[in-house]
């Protein structure tokens, strides 16, 4: 099939950043473009060949959309899996397909899954509703401390609490939910997997991930990660068992946990271009985005390695602003070298809500991360 300059369109459900920066990859390829989104302002509307308004969990607006496109990929995992699994039935390629979508967007299917397949990960248990797993703290089945997860629509922290008090408890959301035992962990890890229905698969380099205490959200991502080789090399043979046995197709992303003992834990996946990789646009010789495109296609894929080290910051919302956005002392970071802003098109900022993100590439990793301490520090995310 010829995608280039052609009658082929790709259809993208979510008109997020991942799907602006998507974008920037197929305009490069001159490869036509539907996106379906619910927000009339999502940032992905002017750079897509046609935009339409409408409801990602809509069983009819995910159908309807996907009739009309010759492959379906996501930016975004809660879109209706149902309609999905109807397309591919009538000969639409959904890349991801819907039974493995299905298996993502439920962290207990996840674990489930994982726990099925052998793939290293934490202890839990899944509880249908808070009464649930009170009872279990109650019975002593559940020790505190633990990680509490809501099963669905979590994103960027939210879903995800530490529970050590029954006053945390007391806080959680009344949902379907799992109770994760915490792991000591020395590192949080991520590695981007690509596969092509070909079956050719490549891996990233491991990346380090800090976070941010409160928000519960990635503040660096660290590429190379700094660990020992012979862990790195676990990390990316993990993620590979963990996207054969979800038989993906694009691009997975595996977060996971380095453990005291050098263990590594699988802690979730998505199956998308992924924050972990956002590095990857400067740093890389293929960017995660041309990446997933290549392997949704079905072409040769890129080279994963790295030309430079890069850091990743994201641009935040500041606590107590809300508003029109206003990026404080942006041309202050723009001097530094080594240093690409990526504005992503929200026009109202709120407390932690991701507004973008800052590349720091440098031949020297220690620099890089320097550098963007000192980028952290300058640049205000605040509203007028």
Same mark, same amino acid.
């Given at each position: ?12 459900l979510g008109g997020g950043q991942l799907g602006k920066m998507l974008l920037s990859e197929t305009r490069k390829y001159d490869i036509k473009t ?18 339409? +308004? ?5 069983? &009819? ?11 379906? %990929?996501? &930016? ?11 397309? #591919?039935? #009538?000969? /639409? ?10 298996? /993502? ?7 489930k899954f994982y726990k099925k397949n052998n793939i290293p990960t934490a202890s839990f248990e899944t509880f249908a509703s808070k009464e649930e ?20 629509? !979590? ?5 995800? $609490? ?6 945390? =408890?007391? *806080? ?23 596969? *092509? ?32 080789? #012979?862990?790195? &090399? ?5 993620? =590979? ?8 197709? !694009? ?6 946990? +380095? ?17 972990? !990789? ?11 985005? &041309? ?12 080279? %994963?390695?790295? $030309?430079?080290? !890069? ?8 606590e107590g602003y809300k508003g029109n956005v206003v990026y404080k002392n942006i041309e202050k970071i723009m001097a530094m070298d080594g240093v ?8 109202? %900022? ?16 220690? $620099? ?7 980028? $952290? ?8």
């Amino acid at each position: 099939m010829n995608y280039f300059s052609s009658d082929f369109t790709l259809g993208i459900l979510g008109g997020g950043q991942l799907g602006k920066m998507l974008l920037s990859e197929t305009r490069k390829y001159d490869i036509k473009t539907h996106v379906l989104d619910s927000s009339a302002d999502a940032p992905s509307r002017l750079a897509c060949n046609e935009f339409f +308004q409408g409801d990602l969990n809509d069983y &009819e607006a995910v159908y309807k959309f996907g009739k009309n496109v010759d492959v379906l %990929t996501i &930016e975004i995992e809660n879109v209706n899996v149902d309609a999905l699994e109807q397309l #591919e039935k #009538e000969g /639409i390629k959904v890349y991801p397909s819907a039974e493995s979508l299905r298996i /993502i967007q439920n962290k207990g299917f996840q674990k489930k899954f994982y726990k099925k397949n052998n793939i290293p990960t934490a202890s839990f248990e899944t509880f249908a509703s808070k009464e649930e797993l009170n009872q279990a703290v109650t019975e002593g089945k559940v020790q505190f401390p633990f990680v509490w997860k809501s099963t669905r629509f !979590g994103y960027d922290g939210n879903g995800v $609490k530490v529970v050590r008090t029954t006053e945390d =408890l007391a *806080n959680i959301a009344d949902t379907e939910c799992i109770a994760e035992v915490m792991i000591p962990f020395k590192n949080e890890l991520a590695v981007i997997v690509a596969r *092509n229905p070909k079956g050719e698969i490549k891996t990233y380099p491991v990346v380090e991930m800090e976070f941010h205490p409160e928000a519960n959200q990635v503040e660096y991502v660290i590429c190379p990660a700094r660990i020992a080789n #012979e862990v790195a &090399e676990k990390a990316r043979k993990v993620a =590979l068992q963990v996207a054969d046995a979800l038989k993906i197709t !694009g691009l997975l992303a595996v977060e996971m946990f +380095q453990t005291q003992d050098d263990e590594i834990l699988v802690n979730e996946v998505a199956p998308r271009p992924h924050n972990s !990789g956002h590095y990857s646009i400067e740093a890389s010789y293929t960017s995660q985005f &041309e990446q997933h495109l290549r392997a949704i296609l079905n072409l040769p894929l890129g080279r %994963t390695d790295s $030309k430079v080290a !890069g850091v990743m910051v994201n641009l935040v919302g500041a606590e107590g602003y809300k508003g029109n956005v206003v990026y404080k002392n942006i041309e202050k970071i723009m001097a530094m070298d080594g240093v690409t802003p990526h504005i992503y098109g929200k026009r109202e %900022t709120r407390p932690f809500r991701k507004m973008g993100h800052v590349t720091i590439i440098d031949e020297n990793i220690s $620099k890089a991360r320097e550098t963007a301490q000192k980028v $952290k520090e300058t640049i205000l995310v605040i509203s007028k």
